[in-house]
């Protein structure tokens, strides 16, 4: 587990950034796939693979970069059409293979595969590969299962609202207003701004097309098939996943250890870091 102070000794969330060590980049199939790292590759922990949500970035889990890489190699990526990376069709596969080859790429052994709200789709896609991914432990985070809209279905109203907005009132007002909507109130300053900061790094193009591959990805046939031990994290005071996708992915997924993490809302790895290490401590202290 971290030290008492790995979450506490930044006052604000600028300072963190800072401490951040630079992007990487990596070519997966001739496509850039860029990511954070810290951690020394040949360290005793298991590594530990953090892939964000719709609103985030590798920067979305500077604070688990920083507190955990004393034990473990700890990798964030961009997903397609965040941060550097280049974007992909928005297709469930397409992800999961952008992912696939990333993991390849950096040629991680027995990875945690800790997967947020979208990254929840894309890590719980590559896992129903069974043994054949490579996952060696899965955790599922604030997730669901897809909107399995029928092929054609146009974009909805809600992200033809949220793309408006991001060109309308530009990068800083977008990203504090989605920040203000996504965790439970009132929240501490540092995460408030930190998710502010991360939001307003939104990408038009990868917004869409993540969103887009939500809207029309359907896991419902494949949890089944999920080999690796099993993580579900549902935020008490969620204000993004509805109830109904929540209490759908618990009956998807009897495999699975269910934890609630309780006060919390939609970015329980900012709101309450200490609580979300000890979500995945098990995991993370499993023989390795």
Do not use: N
């Not at 945690?112 to 060696?136: I, K, Q, T, Y």
């Not at 033809?160 to 203000?180: N, P, V």
């Not at 540092?190 to 193009?205: E, F, N, Q």
């Amino acid at each position: 587990m971290p030290s008492p102070d790995a979450y506490t000794r930044f006052s604000t969330a600028a300072e963190l950034l800072a401490h951040l060590p630079p992007r990487r980049s990596v070519a997966v199939d001739g496509q850039a796939v860029t990511y954070r790292a810290t951690g020394e590759p040949s360290g005793a922990g298991r590594p530990v693979v953090f892939l964000h949500g719709l609103l985030g970035s590798a920067d979305s889990w500077a604070l688990q970069l920083v507190g955990l890489a004393g034990r473990h190699r700890v990798v964030a990526w961009d997903a397609p059409g965040y941060g550097g990376s280049a974007g992909a069709e928005p297709d469930l596969d397409a992800f999961a293979d952008r992912l696939r080859g990333f993991l390849a790429a950096l040629a991680l052994d027995r990875p945690l595969v800790v997967g947020h709200s979208m990254g929840g789709a894309v890590a719980a896609r590559v896992a129903a590969d069974g043994d054949a991914a490579g996952v060696d432990r899965l955790v599922l985070s604030c997730t669901h299962p897809g909107y399995a809209a029928p092929p054609g279905t146009p974009p909805t109203a809600k992200l033809q609202d949220r793309i408006r907005t991001l060109k309308d009132q530009g990068a800083e007002a977008y990203g504090r207003g989605r920040a203000a909507a996504m965790v439970a109130q009132p929240a501490a300053p540092l995460a408030l701004d930190l998710a502010a900061r991360v939001a307003a790094g939104t990408r038009v193009d990868g917004l869409f097309a993540a969103t887009r591959m939500l809207q029309f990805a359907d896991l419902r046939p494949l949890y089944g098939r999920i080999a690796a031990p099993t993580r579900v994290l549902f935020g008490e005071r969620d204000p993004v996943v509805a109830p109904g996708l929540s209490a759908e992915l618990r009956d998807l997924t009897p495999f699975a250890e269910h934890v609630i993490l309780p006060g919390v809302g939609h970015a329980p790895y900012l709101e309450d870091p200490a609580g979300y290490a000890a979500a995945l401590a098990p995991f993370l202290e499993a023989p390795f």
